[in-house]
């Protein structure tokens, strides 16, 4: 069983920033991707960041320069550094990470979402 859990949304001001953290704990052999997805209310929900087990990113277009995705493998994390925010990034955040389990099962895990609200 793997776990994500999410941290460090809340309500910020447009144009300022919010850091959102990710850990993964449980039966982890290897974490290959690690991403951020968003919701808004009624809208379907997007990828905003994913990155590799080889370090490599790639970033939706609504978020390019705006946005920065890091991890952490010893810690089995996954970082969103978000600034100059404006009212549309305004979402239930959440994270997803594709693991290898110490059984050899592969799965897609989901954290519970922490929502972030970008005040005008």
């Known amino acids: 069983q793997v776990q994500l859990v999410e941290s460090g949304g809340g309500l910020v001001q447009a144009g300022g920033s919010l850091r959102l953290s990710c850990a993964a704990s449980g039966s982890i052999f290897k974490i290959n991707s690690m991403g951020w997805y968003r919701q808004a209310p009624g809208k379907q929900r997007d990828l905003v960041a994913v990155?590799?087990?080889?370090?490599?990113?790639n970033y939706a277009n609504f978020v390019k320069g705006r946005f920065t995705i890091s991890r952490d493998n010893a810690k089995n994390a996954v970082y969103l550094q978000m600034d100059s925010l404006v009212p549309e990034d305004t979402a239930v955040y959440s994270c997803?990470?594709?693991?290898?389990?110490?059984?050899?099962?592969?799965?897609?895990?989901w954290g519970q979402g922490t929502q972030v609200t970008v005040s005008s």
């Open positions: 997803n990470a594709d693991v290898y389990s110490t059984t050899g099962f592969r799965a897609e895990y």
């Open positions: 990155i590799t087990s080889g370090d490599s990113r």
